[in-house]
């Protein structure tokens, strides 16, 4: 139980088949940070369900373990949605049946990747390039599994391609139950800014739940997001790397350094448990360093906790260190060149 998060309380519920979501703020899936520990902290925290990272339906098909293994969750993390990318019609639909009996609450088609690999292949956001097939792979799916099949788009391909209102039809014809629209296009990356006025319009038009995501930066903006735009709840993704605080309504700023101790530890543990020592450790090193982000005066240790590759050592590094902190003025969470890519290879 994490005492320095304290849930927000949200009265909202959104249904997605028989499925309640109650809340409307939610870690983004992000592949390499929303595995198992990061999920638990940030429900815990108040993200109001779960999802995993994006796994390759080839990879289920084929009885990856690597692929199955990044399914793994607790009970705490529900509703839990599972991702998948693909491209193949029959393969994605004899991923979906074989997921289905992991127990995910929903599954989610990932339509918004734009990494070279999997958009030019049409998987990701590759599946927009083509409404009709991207239709039939969802009917399909739709019909081989019993949970509810949501996916998760960008606006288009480029801007000369904007056809999210021909894709939230097809979607919609198609039994899509819930759409997660991030604001770029797939050429714009992580370029430029989402456009909120076009994820307003989709969720003007939209018969099916519609969560909006891109740069918000504080659960104060998520609520005004909300609140402008009118959709159903916001996804939150490189603004909560690092900062779980997000889902409560806790500015960062707010947090004293050895609460920011006290949950990398957190983590950390959690971390070890789900993948062992000491991968687990080399895994929390991305965490760790933007935990510690945003504060002068802890290059030093941030370089000692990325490189050491012993728990016993990391956790005295940071236990020593006396935190004579101030909060550097740029605060620069979200504003990073992260994506997708770095966690495919
Ligand atoms: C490191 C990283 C990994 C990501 N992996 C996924 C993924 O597996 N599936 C997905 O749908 N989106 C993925 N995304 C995209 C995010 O879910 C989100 O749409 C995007 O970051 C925009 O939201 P933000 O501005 O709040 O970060 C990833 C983004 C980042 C930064």
Not at 149 to 163: M, S
Request: charge should be neutral.
């Amino acid at each position: 139980m994490l005492l320095l998060l304290k849930e927000m309380k949200s009265d909202k519920i959104t249904k997605i088949g028989d499925v309640e979501i109650k809340g409307d703020v939610i870690l983004a899936p992000m592949a390499g940070i929303s595995d198992s520990p990061y999920r638990q902290i940030c429900r815990e925290a108040g993200s109001a369900f779960a999802y995993t990272e994006f796994v390759s339906t080839d990879g289920i098909s084929h009885g990856s373990k690597k692929s199955i293994d990044l399914f793994r969750f607790s009970n705490a993390e529900r509703p839990i949605f599972f991702q998948i990318f693909g491209n193949k019609l029959e393969v994605i639909t004899e991923a979906a049946k074989i997921i289905e009996e992991l127990g995910p609450d929903v599954i989610d088609m990932n339509m918004g990747c734009s990494v070279a690999k999997v958009a030019h292949k049409g998987s990701g956001a590759g599946m927009l390039r083509d409404p009709v097939n991207t239709g039939k792979i969802i009917e399909s799916v739709r019909k081989a599994v019993n949970v509810p099949v949501t996916a998760k788009i960008r606006i288009g391909w480029d801007h000369q391609n904007l056809n999210y209102r021909e894709m939230v039809h097809v979607l919609q014809e198609s039994g899509i139950q819930a759409i997660s629209v991030h604001g770029r296009t797939k050429s714009m990356a992580y370029t430029g800014l989402a456009d909120w006025k076009i994820i307003s319009e989709i969720k003007s038009f939209a018969k099916v739940p519609i969560f909006g995501n891109g740069d918000i930066l504080s659960y104060k903006q998520a609520k005004e997001r909300i609140a402008e735009s009118g959709v159903d709840a916001v996804l939150i993704g490189r603004a909560a790397i690092g900062n779980p605080w997000i889902f409560s309504g806790i500015d960062k700023e707010n947090v004293s350094f050895s609460e920011i101790k006290n949950m990398i530890v957190y983590h950390l543990n959690l971390m070890l448990e789900f993948y062992g020592s000491p991968f687990g450790l080399l895994l929390f090193r991305k965490h760790v360093s933007k935990y510690l982000k945003g504060y002068f005066g802890v290059s030093e240790l941030r370089n000692k906790l990325v490189t050491s590759d012993n728990v016993d050592a990391f956790l005295g590094y940071l236990s020593e260190f006396n935190p004579d902190v101030t909060r550097s003025e740029s605060q620069e969470f979200a504003n990073e060149m992260l994506s997708c890519e770095t966690y495919l290879n």
